[in-house]
C-alpha cells in the first residue's frame, strides 16, 4: 500500500536485494574500473502510464532514482561537482538490508552480494546530502582517462589506477602495485577521520595517512596513498574489500574494493 505519506512493506520481506537479471562486473572494457558504481530500487516499483499505473521491473527504474536523487543533491549543494555528487552517492550507499544483514544477491543461493554485484551498495539519499568527505575529479584528468581509451597516450594503467574514483579495482595484480587518491572535506572544518581497512582475501593493504586531521588552516583536501601487496602467489579470481575513513560519529565514508591476483598475462593466439 501507498499513500503520499506513508510507504508500508510487508515485515517479511528480504530487501534490498540484487536482483538475479541485474547487470554484474567486472567491466569487460576497462577492468581497471569498478562496475556497477551503486544499485537502487528497481523491481516492481509503481509506474505512471497513460490513464493508469502499473508495476515495472529494471534499469529503467532503477535509473530514474538514481537520477532524482542526483537533481535533489545539486539543488542543496549546487556548488558540487558531477564526481563529488557520484562519490557522495557511492560512499554513503549501504551494504546490508533492512534487517541490518549483509545484502544477498540472487541468482545464486544465499551468495552475499559483493562490488560486482551491488557497486558501493545501496543508494542512501539521506546519507549522501552529508557524506563528509568527497572524491572529486579535475577536468583536466578526465581529459587524460578519455583519451587513454581512444588509444592516445602511453601509461595508460596508471591513469586507470590513479583516476580519483569512489572506488578501487586492480585486475592485475602480480606482486605490488601503489596508488593514490584524494579526499576533500566538506564537512565540519574541524574534523579527524581514521581509517578502517577491509582487506581483500589472500592481499596485504597499507595506507599512509591513516589519519587525516582537517583543521581551519590546513588544506581541506589531502591525498592519501594505498599499497596492496599478493601475501600467495596463485592466479586467481577477484576478492573484494573496502576503504573507510570515519570521524567516530556522523560520517562513514566507504569505497569498494575489488583485487584479482595474476601470476602472468595470458594472450591467445588466434593466427
Known amino acids: 500500500m501507498v499513500s503520499p505519506a506513508v510507504s508500508v512493506v510487508g515485515n517479511g520481506v528480504l530487501s534490498p536485494r540484487v536482483a538475479s537479471f541485474s547487470s554484474r562486473g567486472p567491466s569487460l572494457l576497462l577492468p581497471g574500473i569498478l562496475k556497477p558504481d551503486i544499485t537502487a530500487p528497481g523491481v516492481n516499483i509503481l509506474a505512471a502510464v497513460r490513464g493508469s499505473y502499473v508495476f515495472y521491473s529494471g534499469t529503467s527504474m532503477a535509473c530514474p532514482h538514481v537520477s532524482a536523487v ?4 545539486k539543488s542543496v549543494h549546487p556548488q558540487w561537482s558531477p564526481a563529488m555528487i557520484k562519490s557522495a552517492i557511492v560512499t554513503t550507499a549501504s551494504v546490508t538490508d533492512r534487517f541490518g544483514m549483509p545484502i544477498q544477491a540472487e541468482a ?18 539521506n546519507r549522501a546530502v552529508d557524506p563528509g568527505l ?20 602511453g ?17 592485475d595484480l602480480k ?12 564537512g565540519p572544518a574541524e574534523a579527524t577521520y581514521h581509517l578502517v581497512v577491509e ?11 591513516s589519519v587525516i586531521n582537517f583543521t581551519q588552516s590546513t588544506s581541506k583536501s589531502v591525498t592519501f596513498m594505498v599499497t596492496f601487496t599478493t601475501r600467495q602467489r596463485v ?16 560520517h ?20
Not at 545464486?108 to 539519499?125: M, T
Request: net charge negative; with cysteine.
Open 70 to 73: 542526483t537533481a535533489m543533491l
Open 252 to 271: 562513514s565514508v566507504r569505497i569498494p574494493i575489488a583485487v584479482r591476483n595474476v601470476i602472468q598475462d595470458f594472450v591467445a593466439d588466434t593466427s
Open 134 to 153: 568527497v572524491y572529486d575529479i579535475d577536468a583536466r584528468e578526465y581529459n587524460k582517462f578519455f583519451n587513454c581509451t581512444l588509444g592516445y597516450l
Open 199 to 209: 582487506a581483500p582475501a589472500g592481499i596485504d593493504v597499507s595506507v599512509e595517512p
Open 235 to 250: 592466479q586467481g579470481g577477484y576478492t573484494f574489500g573496502s576503504l573507510t575513513w570515519s570521524d567516530g560519529s556522523t
Open 175 to 186: 606482486d605490488r602495485v601503489m596508488l593514490r587518491r584524494t579526499v576533500t572535506n566538506i
Open 108 to 125: 545464486v543461493p544465499r551468495k552475499l552480494a559483493d562490488p560486482f554485484d551491488f557497486g558501493g551498495g545501496h543508494i542512501d539519499p
Open 155 to 171: 601509461g595508460c594503467e596508471s591513469y586507470y589506477l590513479n583516476l580519483n574514483l569512489p572506488s578501487i579495482a586492480v585486475p
